[in-house]
């Protein structure tokens, strides 16, 4: 996840200790709480002086990059105060922490004065950085683009929030790694449109930019469809609530990342197309796998993935690809005799189940390359015994090696595949601790994993770094009745103690480890602060 989320909320999902007013509470359908009435009162700082103390780096989640002391009395939110903006494209970011910070939006102005934010486009680099300056009571927040800009006031409205005062001073601050992502199966357990736009509320505060959608699975499937409505679940978010979703994201730099995840984990629509279910030798069906010997399989997910394409209009998407079980019998060729012959036709007297079955994601890619957008593939999908390699411009989603067959990182990476990390020893909470999983705690997170830590607990060799796209913390609803909407939200399944501190508010160094922003931790200890 970034791993910012366990900390502060162990599920990921209580992310709002410090998105919320006051940094308590979970800052639930809130977009602007204002600062209290006292402090809209002050007048405006006054200009710095030598009897002024050196300024203090911000205690922000995640900790920024670099902080330049200055003496000087730094700046609070006042009567009077505007927010300006250099650049109409800054208008929303302006508007919204405006808002929150109980400010005047001034809209485009070249003008500045003591108790303004000014924000400007400017400068060079990652468009997710930013430099903010505290100086002269008033607070200039500049980047090479408007998600950098938007990052910046993330961390000015936490600043004012955890201590009254943005520090005075010279902030630069930029992500270490480009994917920092938090993805949510809804496809087993539903969540409500409200409950999904709280999360990304605190999710942009926290400086994620990906949020991944399971919404297709044996249980449910979840979305409005026009295609193929017989398909849909009675309990389903409509295309009209999605885009909702998707709008809102895209005010707070989110990408949705949606999944149709094929072409195992299809029991729902097998459900009302039986036809379609994979059956062996016995004609015993085979549960969620869709039979990829017939060419009406294909065509009914390449129908959602074109529709879908439509509805999320970001340049990501998930092919799935995990846990197909006609591969997991000892013999799937003798087992499943009509995927055994397909695969002769299609790959030569040679051609295996496993060669079929990826011969299936590259048909998917196809379809989905064709709506320009960059696929990745949970990395069991990888399969080890096909002599078809999957498409090259597919990046593994590492998840776990604990698959039968599974194969390193290091295998992916040597072959110079992108990896997004989403290591289920530390970044999975699946709701009823099913198997081997348990909760996930911000604090081992943050002592023991950093992204190159993708699989189990070692890292690969740092030469990989590069490779590393980010990660993704995953909540996954395996017994959906264990935990209500809000449990999930707060993260907390037990730990009371743990509990009372995440929603404490209490501030670095305090408590480091409720910081766990993972993406920074290359090299980390203990009482190192975490990065975006």
Known sequence: MAAAVVGTVVTGVGVGVWASSGGGGSGRGSDAGAVGASRQADPPTPSPSRSYPMSKAPQTIPAVREHTAARGPGWKPGGGGRVVVTDPALADEGKLVAGELGLAYGGEKTDSRAGDVRLGLGGSGNPESYTMTVRDGRVDIEGPADAGVFYGTRTLKQEVRGGGTAPEGVVRDEPAKPSRGFMLDIARKPFSETWIEDRIRELGDLKFNELGLHFSDDQAFRIESTTHPEIV??????????????????????????????????????????????????????????????????????????????????????????????????????????????????????????????????????????????????????????????????????????????????????????????????????????????????????????????????????????????????????????????????????????????????????????SVWAFGKSHHTAKEPPRI
């Open 233 to 514: 679940s009675k309990d389903h978010l409509t295309k009209a609530q999605v885009k909702r979703i998707v709008d809102l994201a895209a005010a707070r730099h989110i990408a949705i990342v949606p999944e149709i995840d094929s072409p195992g984990h299809l029991g729902a629509v097998i459900a009302a197309h039986p036809d379609l279910q994979l059956r062996n030798v016995n004609g015993k069906a085979t549960r969620g796998a869709i039979d990829i010997s017939k060419p009406e399989s294909a065509k009914i997910v390449d129908d959602l993935l074109d529709e879908y394409a439509d509805l999320f209009p970001g340049d990501k998407w998930n092919l799935g690809g995990d846990e197909y079980q006609a591969l997991v019998v000892p013999d799937p060729e003798a087992s499943y005799p009509q995927l055994a012959a397909a695969a002769r036709d299609a790959y030569g007297a040679n051609g295996n189940v496993a060669d079929l079955t990826t011969g299936w994601l590259n048909g998917r890619a196809d379809t989905i390359r064709a709506h320009n957008r960059t696929m990745r593939a949970w990395n069991d999908g990888f399969l080890r015994d096909s002599t078809i390699q999957p498409a090259k411009d597919i990046q593994v989603a590492y998840w776990t090696g604990k698959e039968i067959g599974a194969r390193p990182p290091v295998d992916y990476l040597n072959a110079g595949r992108e990896v997004y990390n989403y290591n289920d020893e530390y970044l999975y909470y699946v709701l009823g601790e099913p198997n081997t999983f348990v909760y996930p705690t911000g604090q081992r997170i943050y002592q023991q994993w950093t992204p190159r830590v993708i699989r189990g607990t070692s890292a690969v060799p740092a030469r990989y770094d590069g490779q590393i796209l980010g990660g993704s913390f995953a909540v996954w609803c395996d017994f959906p009745n264990a935990q209500t909407e809000s449990q999930v939200a707060s993260g907390c399944p037990g730990s009371q103690s743990f509990c009372t501190v995440a929603r404490s508010g209490i501030r670095m160094p305090e408590a480091t480890w409720l």
